[in-house]
């Protein structure tokens, strides 16, 4: 299966991202089908750039982003995010319910 996912460069303490294709049993930073956009954290605001033709492209062949590439691409305007947890996720103690 393809996945649009992050990839970390940078140097230490300072990651910046590449939004790249990849398939989803490959590493973080192995080797990538396509790179498709940039992520750059810290700056003041975030700065996202992304080859929307080509994003369009790769979610119509079947490729699945990410929650967080999921959430950057909703931010800059491609597609809509909708939180998902998982089933092994806990529920934090402070959302409990106290019985």
């Known amino acids: 299966m393809v996945k649009i996912r992050?990839?970390?460069?940078?140097?230490?303490?300072k990651p910046l991202y590449r939004?790249?294709?990849?398939?989803?049993?490959?590493?973080?930073?192995g080797r990538s089908i396509e790179d498709?956009?940039?992520?750059?954290?810290?700056t003041e605001p975030s700065t996202i750039?992304?080859?929307e033709a080509r994003v369009g492209h790769w979610l119509s062949v079947?490729?699945?982003p990410s929650n967080t590439v999921s959430r950057l691409l909703a931010s800059v305007g491609i597609g809509d995010y909708t939180p998902t947890q998982s089933d092994n996720q806990r529920?934090?103690?402070k959302d409990r319910k106290n019985d």
């Open 91 to 93: 529920i934090a103690k």
């Open 19 to 29: 939004i790249v294709v990849i398939e989803d049993n490959k590493q973080r930073d």
């Open 6 to 13: 992050l990839k970390r460069k940078g140097r230490k303490k």
């Open 62 to 64: 079947g490729a699945q």
């Open 36 to 42: 498709i956009g940039t992520y750059n954290p810290h």
């Open 49 to 51: 750039t992304v080859k």
